[in-house]
């Protein structure tokens, strides 16, 4: 198993916390695990992305140019991005931000309204925890209950009374993609 992802959005978004829990998610579970972070200028507002492999055997390089996935937060991340995935890739789109279809016919996309449910949980914040919750469900390489137990070691100490709230907005992504007539 080698699962290259990059996961996009605007900077303040949270897409360097998805990534550093998915990767340290992965070393919990035994593998091996390589996380690279990309920003923009900009400090919040900005481009951020970072690329995300796991992997059953050693990482030869934490880059990739076509990743199998990619989670996008934002417009500008999804015309960026998702020209490089592989063909039969994944596509998880933030549909609350973005509304322009994608041409490719050779991918899975799963759109999730993830600002939408973080609302509902009351706080917006939690919308990229909803989007590695539908993540998790479809490419299933690494346990969800993983991953939540995770998030202390990943958020910072002044987060960890929101770690129940992430929880929730993990449950609701993934359910959203296991249980669709559920959410």
Known sequence: MNEEVI???????????????????GMKAKLEVSWMP????????????CTVIVASEKIPSPLTT???????????????F????????LVVKNSSLIDEKIERDDLTIIEVPANEIAEELGN???????????YIAEKEIIDLDIVKNSLA???????HGL?????KALDRGYNLVKEPASV
């Open 38 to 49: 990309s920003y923009g200028p900009e400090m919040r507002g900005g481009t951020a992305n």
């Open 153 to 159: 070691n990943v958020l910072p100490e002044r987060h």
């Open 7 to 25: 996961m996009a959005g605007f900077g303040g978004q949270g897409v360097m916390s998805i990534g550093q829990l998915l990767a340290y998610s």
């Open 124 to 134: 917006t914040r939690v919308a990229n925890m909803v989007m590695l919750g539908a």
């Open 66 to 80: 076509h990743p199998n996935s990619v989670i996008v937060m934002n417009l500008p991340s999804q015309t960026k």
């Open 82 to 89: 998702v020209p490089k995935v592989k063909e039969q890739g």
């Open 163 to 167: 770690i129940p709230l992430n929880e």
